[in-house]
Nanobody, 123 residues
Framework: QVQLIESGGGLVQAGGSLRLSCTGSGGTISMYAMGWFRQAPGKEREFVGY????????AYANSVKGRFTISRDNAKNTVYLQMNSLEPEDTAVYYCAANWGPASRFDDQYDYWGQGTQVTVSS
């Protein structure tokens, strides 16, 4: 069973950038499809993007397409979410998740979750 630990969140001004990391412990994340989700206050958790086991195949929510990029470094057992041109609407707790099965936009398809990291974008 892999444990996922997110880091890299914080406070940033609109237009700025952050890079979130999700590191696996007790397991090899190269075995999993990896997803990123977020949850803003008072809202349901929503899909941000995913990356297949084989790096280079990614998909994103329309709201972040062209601004966010997911990558993975299997040697470091880490997946990244690079967030550029951040907007106040991106404020949320961001979660990474691991899936034994295919990459998915649906959070109920994922087997393991991190604890989340807060991202706050000020206007």
């Amino acid at each position: 069973q892999v444990q996922l630990i997110e880091s890299g969140g914080g406070l940033v001004q609109a237009g700025g950038s952050l890079r979130l990391s999700c590191t696996g412990s007790g397991g090899t994340i190269s075995m999993y499809a990896m997803g990123w989700f977020r949850q803003a206050p008072g809202k349901e958790r929503e899909f941000v993007g995913y990356i297949y086991r084989s790096a280079g195949i990614t998909a994103y929510a329309n709201s972040v397409k062209g601004r966010f990029t997911i990558s993975r470094d299997n040697a470091k057992n880490t997946v990244y979410l690079q967030m550029n041109s951040l907007e106040p609407e991106d404020t949320a707790v961001y979660y990474c998740a691991a899936n034994w099965g295919p990459a998915s936009r649906f959070d109920d398809q994922y087997d393991y979750w991190g604890q989340g990291t807060q991202v706050t974008v000020s206007s």
